[in-house]
């Protein structure tokens, strides 16, 4: 493959001198366009590559003294990644690498920094000096971001942040995620939904949440919080499961013990938690889902936790979509093309539900928006 591509470098090379000296003009230009364009050609890329080429060496690669895709290389990605706690991340991952491959013109550097922020700190710190041309960051926690986007801000390294938020700096070229909160508020106009239809007057409901300082336990919690504190609803605890099985499985047996006949609503952050959460439940004869004891709530929406919504074991979940990294190869694109990305990308979520039982739409923040009703068909078309 490298051999390939040195072969189309050097007939690019050749090419692009006949176009200089037949054209004699922007000399300097035509050479950087038609070497960047190496890595496309060897891509299959479609002919927006084209244009980002073209302007490839003007911009962010510039301060690096590393001219990255204008020397024909491939486009040098470090992507300190979370972790690997849930098969949320595992999609979020996945999606990364099939993304940043050489084919498409990108060499990946990944960490998985197993939820330890000292070690996401470390792994941008060496993404900089490993001269990357972009770092991507999910960010574990929301704060402590400023003085090292800085220094990549300081070595003209572009930062996308994807997933979770960054809330203590703005020194990143585009983030793009879900907004958490809406997820928490569209859980909140559901459950509001869902049990005046069943004639449910009390709810007392207990949050299992995600790992502490993340921006998605932060939002969904404040989310969920809003719509129970305006509807009277009793939130009898809410602790930590860390977005994992086992997490979800311990905060739910000790609910079991110390709330044990008082709980009619169990709201877990991610799907892996409420797979714990189930586990705990039918140990303690407790019974959930569709004509359950106890609501059943969750967020993520993997293929598999779909399953159990269609099932009827999990009576609402709200996607969060993992897929961010077509959306960053877009923003890198633009940026190799000179141009200024979006601040802030949301990515396309749905409300998907066990039964039609609580309308065909809610209103969540002044918008309505649809809820979906498991089916196989649904299923089938689920990319993740
Ligand atoms: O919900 C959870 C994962 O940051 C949105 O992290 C993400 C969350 C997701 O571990 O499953």
Known sequence: MKKFVALLLALMMVLAMGACSSSGTTTEDTAANDTATTDDAATTDDAATTDDAATTDDAATEDTGDTGAADGELIKVGFAQVGHESDWRTAST?????????????????????????????????????????????PIVATGWDTVLTECEDEGIPVIVIDRTVDDSDKYASWVGSNFKTEGLACGEWLKAYAAAQGITEINALVIEGSTGASATIGRTEGFKEIADREGWTILDSQNGDFTEAGGQEVMESYCQSYKGQFNVVIC???????????????????????????????????????????????????????????????????????????????????????????????????????????QEVLDARPY
């Not at 000292?118 to 960051?137: E, S, T, W």
């Not at 077509?326 to 601040?343: F, H, R």
Request: aromatic share 8%; glycine share 8%; with cysteine.
């Open 94 to 138: 996945k999606s990364a690498q099939d993304v940043f491959t050489a084919e498409n013109g990108y060499e990946l550097s990944f960490v998985d920094c197993d939820n330890d922020s000292a070690v996401q700190l470390d792994a941008v710190r060496n993404f900089i000096q490993q001269g990357m041309d972009y770092i991507i960051i999910d």
């Open 269 to 375: 952050q991610n799907d892996n938690e409420a797979y714990g959460a189930m586990t705990a439940m039918d140990q303690a004869g407790v019974t959930y889902g569709v004509g359950g004891d106890v609501i059943l709530v969750s967020f993520d929406a993997n293929k598999a936790a779909l399953e159990l919504v269609k099932e009827g074991k999990l009576n609402a979940d709200f996607e969060c979509n993992p897929m961010a990294a077509p959306d960053v190869d877009a923003v890198i694109k633009q940026l190799e093309a000179g141009e200024t990305p979006e601040k802030e990308i949301y990515m396309n979520e749905t409300w998907f539900v066990a039964e039609d039982v609580a309308g065909a739409t809610i209103t969540v923040d002044g918008a309505e928006q649809d809820l979906v009703v498991v089916t």
